[in-house]
């Protein structure tokens, strides 16, 4: 089952002029169900001209905050987007699923680390749960954060940021990056790129001195300042990820060249709450995503771009190829799982388990 919930929309907060924060109500019967870590996003889903339209949005609020609350900017021409920035407000009833994510590392209360984090525009909000939630749960911790934007006024948690400097003076430090806003510092003016996160890497900060780095926002800007980081020693292993799906375009399956052997049918059983079902399908036309949501099964996802991790499940029998991936990392591909959106069956028999999460 996708597991939708209906929550009631709390409070909404302009954030920025196209940015807006939205705090859910959770009943007590649902605690439980979204109780969330640091960096984790929901599913929101909505109905737009009868077209069924689910987007993923992170949360931005502490672990210890006790506010289900996420951000949501407003994309130009974007369907959901705009219609959440035009229509939400205190009282809509709104279908969410539970938190997911990976976008963290397990924090300790006697852990002395140094955190390293490099955001772009909306990126921040993952980014601001993770920095919250750390200070807090280990005091002995540090945070760098990296912050890009146009310019002052599209800065999205502005006010909270700068709350939170003068709570942690000497456990947390902000540079902000503008792009069309001078600064002081010419270090500090234009876009968070590789070459800006090399120029970092040797003027302001040492990768030795940090432990991990927390990197979102675009494509391009995540693909560089990683780059980055590993050439000045950090292990990839110790870089965590998040990409929004805004920036990637859809991608077209391209059937194998190689030559089809036997029916070309794939019989492939889905295990989603302790329940399996069964369909047969075509092995090149569609993902087993598609394919099990035409034969009727409730099956979870989001983006279908291999982004959000939602319709993330583990192949227990079989084989598939899988088409993109922005969202698994090494270690959960070595431990099979795959995204159902972007797999397609190259066994005669594929089982693959929702319910698995380890
Ligand atoms: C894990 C994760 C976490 C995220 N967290 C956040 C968050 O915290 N805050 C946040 O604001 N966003 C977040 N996002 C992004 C969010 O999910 C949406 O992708 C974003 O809000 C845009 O959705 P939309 O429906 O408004 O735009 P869409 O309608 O999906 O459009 C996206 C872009 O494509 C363009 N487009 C649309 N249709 C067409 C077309 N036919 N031809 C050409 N171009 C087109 C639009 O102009 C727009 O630029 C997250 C994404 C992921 C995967
Ligand atoms: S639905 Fe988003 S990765 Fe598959």
């Not at 002029?17 to 996003?41: M, N």
């Not at 289900?68 to 959440?84: D, E, H, N, Y």
Request: a negative charge.
């Amino acid at each position: 089952m996708s597991k939708f919930y209906p929550l009631s929309v709390a409070q909404v907060s302009n954030e920025t002029r196209d940015c807006i924060a939205v705090t859910f109500a959770v009943p007590p019967e649902l605690e439980e169900s979204f109780k969330y870590q640091q960096g984790q996003h929901l599913t929101l889903r909505t109905h737009i001209n009868t077209e069924d339209v689910r987007r993923s949005y992170s949360i931005c609020s502490a672990v210890q905050d006790g506010a289900l609350r996420v951000a949501i900017k407003r994309t130009p021409g974007g369907m959901f987007s705009t219609w959440a920035n035009d229509t939400l407000k205190p009282g809509t009833v709104i279908e969410v699923m539970p938190p997911m994510g990976h976008f963290n590392v397990p924090l300790n209360a006697a852990n002395r680390k140094n955190y390293m984090a490099f955001a772009a525009g909306s990126g921040i909000t993952p980014i601001l749960s993770i920095i919250k939630t750390t200070l807090l749960t280990e005091p002995n911790s540090r945070f760098t954060l990296f912050y890009g934007n146009r310019a002052s006024s599209s800065v999205i948690f502005k006010n909270e940021l700068a709350d939170l400097k003068d709570i942690y003076t000497d456990r947390l430090n902000i540079a902000y990056v503008m792009s069309r806003e001078q600064q002081d510092i010419e270090l500090f003016n234009g876009r968070i790129t590789k070459e800006k996160a090399q120029q970092f890497l040797q003027h302001w900060v040492r990768v030795a001195d940090y432990d991990n780095a927390f990197i979102c926002g675009p494509e391009d800007m995540m693909h560089g300042v990683s780059a980055a980081l590993q050439e000045a020693g950090m292990p990839k292993a110790n870089i965590k990820i998040e990409l929004f799906a805004a920036s990637i375009p859809k991608h077209q399956h391209k059937p194998r060249a190689q030559a089809e052997v036997g029916t070309g049918l794939t019989e492939v059983t889905v295990v989603m709450d302790g329940n399996h079902t069964m369909f047969t399908m075509d092995r090149d036309k569609e993902s087993i995503l598609d394919a099990g949501l035409r034969a009727g099964i409730d099956m979870r996802y989001s983006c279908k771009g291999g982004v959000c991790s939602t319709c993330r499940c583990k192949v227990l029998d079989g084989k598939v190829d899988m088409d993109v991936n922005y969202a698994l990392e090494d270690y959960e591909i070595a431990r099979g799982f795959v995204l159902s959106c972007q797999s397609f069956p190259v066994t005669d028999k594929v089982v693959v388990d929702f319910d698995q999460h380890e």
